[in-house]
């Protein structure tokens, strides 16, 4: 590893985990660390709870279809159900630049309660920090999130098995390419927004209606669904196919990423979802997803394989097949 | 309130107070953030729990005493018992400055593992970001924690009434002073180091022996004790009367105070704490305290009485008395 901190050690790819695995493991080393999902599961008082965190670091802080206060609240509401819970409490921590407008922390903090209601949370304790001017870029938001485990469900890449379908929730790439306009000022149709949004209740009524039928819950964030889909692979020892031509981008987005260069398979969403179900399922799971506001597009975009153990492959639109590794390098920093 | 973040919003004196009531309690008003404690009290899955959060901006990295790892451990414990909880879990959330030194974030976290073995809680789950440089200054660490409420504890400012004794649980003002001469690169006798340290044991041990005859329990962190008895005094409508004499001051750091022009009841302590107790129960919580090592030096410093509501009084070494403000301005940024 290089001894100094690259910003690819914060892409969710290749480097963080290089990172997390050789210097926070070892160091933390646990049995709820270990499992390496979005958040931890725990036992407190005889309850069964996940509890997870993250830091928002996006830049800028607002953009369209969101801001840094709904993404640090949808960001943490999302890690949570992932892990098969309903999100109930929210810690929030400010790290504040000298100088930053004071009614800009205000349509910030009321963006969060806004999203904190829609996901069912509330925001209990917090912490604010301010530094000088310089020492921050203007505003940073970690939020950590309790919930509480559903009764039934055991969600864990450990359950994931050759047969199941996988699912994504809907178009992929909306979150990276909004940032990326507002970033550089690129004009895209109104319909390319960030994706930014509160996953709770999809996954309750997807985990209410099968509780054991899910083996996995992924959001992909950072990375996007490549470098989710080989964490899974990886941590179950499965091959992972993937239909190229039933993964949905909107066409706006594809055209931004052929013109940057950009793969969408390696951007970063925000609201989207993947599912691993047990096929006798798996009509089920679709049709509550399709009747879901934040599932309308949900579709069947691949099938886990016993073989190649531990890699991701993608049927191309042209008919060929290519091996998907983990996002190397940034593509896009403080995408959030 | 001025339309700009200032740096004394995040002193955790008077514009602290003046932020969060102003700006985030009416956007998140809930129950458990009204109650305005070290942290939350919250229910979940029949359990009752403490969840709170700090981020740590603390310059430099390392001092005399600890580092940003041992006092983030550290102080979100103290915020957990506090609350009169068994602190459990830990988050780790890290924003890191590209080009910052791997093997630092290496010491970094194994201080983080020797501070939580110490506090008997685990880091479950994390974060890490990374931004470019000039984004943050080296590096920022975001801890929140769960913890289990103590069966038949109650400790809250409601609690708070005529009669009761303050405890202080040794001297005051060696973190701030610590940090301050590696600032500024003072030579200090070797008994002054930071006092960064878990007080859950401590807690623990006060609380199972007197569940119901301790009121309020608060870490004196930022803004000093001065400004934590200002809150206690405010919340809970009561007069505070201190013994300025009773209260312990090293010489080394009284002496950089007042070569300074610091006032250490304004100083921020990372290892002690203020118990609020009723008197009947002083002398057993004063012999537990005495007798562990982070309460060799505890002593009743003052005690609380029906006037001047919300106000603190110090009776001075020369007999004198005068009331004591929260901390207004800020004495010392980043200082945890």
Redesign the interface.
Known sequence: ???????????GGKL?HD??RE??LP????A??AEMHD??K?T??????A???????VKPLFFAGGDIGKLAVCGTVNDLAMTGAVP??L?????????????D??RI??S??RA?DEAGV???????????K????GL?I?T?G????LDGVDISPRRVRPGQDIILSGPIGDHAIAIMSERHGLTLPASVTSDCAPLAGLVKAILTAVPDGVAVLRDPTRGGIATTLNEIASQAQVGIFLDETAIPVRPAVQAVCEILGFDPLYLANEGKMLVFVEQVFTEQVLNIMNAHPYGREARVIGRVTAQPAGQVGLRTAIGGMRLLDMLVGDQL??IC
């Open positions: 590893m290089s001894e100094r901190i690259q910003l690819a050690h914060g892409s963080s990172l997390v210097v926070m160091a933390f080393a646990n709820a660390l958040g931890a725990v407190a008082g005889g309850a069964r709870l509890f997870t965190t993250d830091s928002y670091v109930l409490y810690s929030a921590g400010f790290i504040i630049e000298e100088g930053f407008a004071i009614d922390l205000r903090v009321v969060m309660r904190a509330a925001i209990v304790t917090g912490d604010t920090k301010v530094v000088e310089g020492a921050v870029d940073y970690n950590a309790v919930g509480v485990l920093p403080r």
